[in-house]
């Protein structure tokens, strides 16, 4: 059972940044990041593998950035410049090597006001 902790989430003003962290139990394979507007589906925001390559929706192209450090079974999301729009609730998602299963963590509040 692959366990999640997240943290980082907040209240910033449009152009801010903030960073979001999720720490997995166990051996992980891909891990990224998802996010549920009120009213909307949930919808991805980055993923990266365990060798590094990257996933953006076209709507955080340029200003987040995702990055992992393996050894510490980490994964961040740097958000910068953003805007009200990206206001949600950010749900960490990975997915574990030999099960092939896929864990979420409890989601955190990113609220950017105008």
């Known amino acids: 059972q692959v366990q999640l902790v997240e943290s980082g989430g907040g209240l910033v003003q449009a152009g801010g940044s903030l960073r979001l962290s999720c720490a997995a139990s166990?051996?992980?394979?891909?891990m990224g990041w998802y996010r549920q507007a009120p009213g909307k589906q949930r919808e991805l925001v980055a993923a990266?593998?365990?060798?590094?390559?990257?996933n953006y929706a076209d709507s955080v192209k340029g200003r987040f950035t995702i990055s992992r450090d393996n050894a510490k079974n980490t994964v961040y999301l740097q958000m910068n410049s953003l805007k009200p729009e990206d206001t949600a609730v950010y749900y960490c998602?990975?997915?574990?090597?030999?099960?092939?299963?896929?864990?979420w963590g409890q989601g955190t509040q990113v609220t950017v006001s105008s």
């Open positions: 166990g051996s992980i394979l891909t």
């Open positions: 990266i593998t365990r060798g590094g390559s990257t």
């Open positions: 998602n990975v997915r574990e090597i030999f099960s092939f299963r896929e864990y």
